[in-house]
């Protein structure tokens, strides 16, 4: 048994509830869903890969039309054993994108996934980014946290050790949850002192995890609660469900259901998925279960 980090004892209900998303108040109160939009060669999922104008395009109208709130657009993929791929390189695929998102859709809440600071200054400053969505919890850029606290935008912060290359080395620990917990502690103090008010927690499925981590790490997901932080659940098509099941990542959208369905039992406030329509009737349903 651990205790979260000297953090005093609050209810969920006290949770945070909106985030300010480009001067908008976005409610909590009814999940989000962060669709996925990926402009790289590799991700892991082959149908994610958008890289022209005309795929970017289909992509973006599927994720709103079947009711996708965010777009979380990445230009570097994190699955394991990635290539590394040079801040320019990553720009210039995440701009290719941007450029149809500002001048088509420039009311669309937008999230970029990048670890890099000077990289998410451009899309924020440049492309009207509202969302910042960082793997590393600024551990592989140590300007990022200061560049979010001069940007003002919402900051995801994820759990992972190493990097997207060397992340599978790392998964020992001696209590995971204790360790994931006092990262976030630390974490969300050193944003804090900097003044960043909209912090989003994400546990980091995948990220330095064993499959049987995972699931740990899942059935312990209310205790992130802990923190009265929004929390995100990205666990689409993931290696947890395929390994798991003796799948592969095309054959995992009804796991995916699944586990999304008992992240949104559990606490979850925004699900990022390759899947939009999925989820989206997944909180429908469970939102429908509340009011009985």
Same mark, same amino acid.
């Given at each position: ?14 949770? *945070?509830?909106?985030?300010? &998303?480009r001067g908008t108040l976005t409610s909590l109160e009814k999940p989000l869903v962060m669709g996925i939009l ?5 991700? %892991?999922?082959? =149908? ?12 973006? *109208? ?33 701009? %290719? ?17 990048? %670890? ?15 969302? &910042?969505? =960082? ?5 592989? =850029?140590?300007?990022? %946290? ?23 080395? @790392?998964?020992? @620990? ?15 103090? *050193? ?7 909209d912090i989003i927690l994400d546990p980091g499925f995948g990220f330095s995890k064993t499959v049987e981590q ?5 059935s312990h997901l209310r205790e992130f609660k802990e923190f009265d932080l929004p929390l995100l659940v990205g ?6 469900? @395929? ?50």
């Amino acid at each position: 048994m651990y205790l979260p980090l000297s953090l005093p004892e609050r209810k969920i209900t006290m949770s *945070q509830k909106t985030l300010n &998303i480009r001067g908008t108040l976005t409610s909590l109160e009814k999940p989000l869903v962060m669709g996925i939009l990926n402009v790289t060669p590799d991700s %892991f999922y082959a =149908d994610s890969r958008k890289q022209t104008e005309a795929a970017i395009e289909e992509r973006i *109208q599927t994720i709103l039309s079947e009711g996708g709130q965010i777009i979380d657009i990445g230009g570097y993929s994190s699955r394991p054993d990635a290539a590394e791929v040079s801040s320019e390189e990553e720009m210039n695929r995440l701009v %290719f994108a941007l450029k149809i998102l500002k001048e088509h859709y420039p009311e669309v809440a937008l999230s970029v996934d990048t %670890f890099r600071s000077e990289v998410a200054s451009r899309c924020v400053e440049e492309y009207g980014v509202g969302i &910042i969505n =960082d793997i590393s919890g600024g551990e592989l =850029d140590g300007k990022m %946290f200061e560049t979010v606290a001069r940007l003002h935008v919402p900051y995801i912060i994820m759990h992972m050790r190493g990097t997207p290359q060397t992340m599978q080395q @790392y998964t020992e @620990y001696g209590d995971m949850m204790e360790e994931i917990m006092l990262y976030f502690a630390h974490k969300v103090r *050193q944003l804090r002192l900097l003044g960043v008010n909209d912090i989003i927690l994400d546990p980091g499925f995948g990220f330095s995890k064993t499959v049987e981590q995972n699931y740990t790490l899942m059935s312990h997901l209310r205790e992130f609660k802990e923190f009265d932080l929004p929390l995100l659940v990205g666990i689409s098509r993931k290696s947890m469900i @395929y390994k798991l099941l003796g799948r592969t990542p095309a054959d995992s959208l009804n796991g995916t259901t699944v586990l999304n369905t008992y992240a949104l039992l559990n606490g979850a406030d925004i699900l990022r998925v390759h899947d939009v329509r999925a989820a989206v009737e997944a909180v429908q349903i469970i939102e429908q279960l509340k009011t009985k």
